[in-house]
Structures are given as C-alpha cells and as structure tokens.
T-cell receptor
C-alpha cells in the first residue's frame, strides 16, 4: 500500500537556526497537506499544496511540492521556541479522500 | 459550540471489554476519520467515512468497528479491547475537496 516517509525523525536545533523536514511518498499524490502537532496537542492544519513544483510561504515557513508530486518539504527559517512540535505531511490514497500521514519529524528548539 | 469534540478524553479499560469512543462535529462535514497515534508510528488511519452510512477501512482497521447513522457523529467501537490498542485516538473531519481537515482533542485509551 501507499507509504509516506519523513526524514529526519528527530531534529534538535539552536534557536535561530534553520530547519527542514522532507516527505516522500511511494506513489504520486494529487495534493499534500502539512500539519503541526504541539506536545500534548492535536494535529493542526498548516497548508495544502496541489500543483507540481508549487511553493508556498507562511511567514518563516516555506512549503514545496516536488515536480513529480511524490515529495515535499517544509523549511523553517530562523527557528523560534514556538516552532517546537511534530510536523507531519499527509497525502491521499489515489482516488480516495483517505489521507495517509507521514511518520512525522519532531522538532526541538534549544533557547 | 462549533467544532469537533471527542469523549471521553481519557479512558482506562480491561482486556476483553467493549469500548466506544465518541466523536461529534458541528460543521456538517461530509468526511470523518479515526486515527490512532503511537510512538514511532505517527498517525495511522483506522476508518474513514465519506458520508452518513458510507464507511471504509483505513490502514489498521482490525479490532475496530465504526458506524455513521448521522452526519455529525462517528463513533469508534473496540469490540474486545486488547493491550495493543492502548493509544491516543484522534477523530477528524473535513468538508472534502481541497478543504483542510480538523482534528478533535483526542482520547487517551489505556487497556490493562
């Protein structure tokens, strides 16, 4: 079945450093979503990418969807302690609305 | 209040007992989902529903039953709980299309 992997699994950064997480799907995706989950909380939707090669920015966060629509990345510039949490990507199983989540990247930011 | 709610928020049960986790959303979203979250496994889809009376299996459906007689409710039942079902369960809903998915606060279930 469809698999969605993320790397790295964990990342510790010093506050102010940049951070990137990568998402790779075993199948081509019609779209990809990104979520953030704070410790002890629930996943919260960040953004959705639909077009091949699409790049979207939200303040310090930059999201990119690969040309082949099988991979995506989230880049955070100058991390802050408020960026702490686990970042997940999710893509739908072909022809359905069943979103399969990636394994997640847990980010810790050291002040 | 508008939103998506889950109950109970915490539950402790014993092996072999039947447990039902409730999920309610007030947006009239067509799609609803149940995920479980375990350390090292991220979020795994158990079941999803595209509309009332339409449900489909996800990645890990064994040992679970769902129903959706009303659009706003999507209960998840563990017919005979096992220790491996100890987890945090998240319900979610979406309007479909390119709309975002909203997650409930989660239910932490412990099976002894």
């Amino acid at each position: 079945g469809q698999q969605v992997m993320q790397i790295p699994q964990y990342q510790h950064v010093q506050e102010g450093e940049d951070f990137t997480t990568y998402c790779n799907s075993s199948t081509t995706l019609s779209n990809i979503q990104w979520y953030k989950q704070r410790p002890g909380g629930h996943p919260v939707f960040l953004i959705q990418l639909v077009k091949s090669g699409e790049v979207k920015k939200q303040k310090r966060l930059t999201f990119q969807f690969g040309e082949a629509k099988k991979n995506s990345s989230l880049h955070i510039t100058a991390t802050q302690t408020t960026d702490v949490g686990t970042y997940f990507c999710a893509g739908p199983t072909s022809g359905t609305y069943k979103y399969i989540f990636g394994t997640g990247t847990r980010l810790k930011v050291l002040a | 209040d508008a939103g998506i709610t889950q109950s109970p928020r915490y539950k402790i049960t014993e092996t072999g007992r039947q447990v039902t986790l409730m999920c309610h959303q007030t947006w009239s979203h067509s799609y609803m989902f149940w995920y479980r979250q375990d350390l090292g496994h991220g979020l795994r889809l158990i079941y999803y529903s595209a509309a009332a009376d339409i449900t489909d299996k996800g990645e890990v459906p064994d040992g679970y039953v769902v129903s959706r007689s009303k659009t706003e409710n999507f209960p998840l039942t563990l017919e005979s709980a096992t220790r491996s079902q100890t987890s945090v369960y998240f319900c979610a809903s979406s309007g479909g299309g390119l709309n975002e998915t909203f997650f409930g606060p989660g239910t932490r279930l412990t099976v002894l």
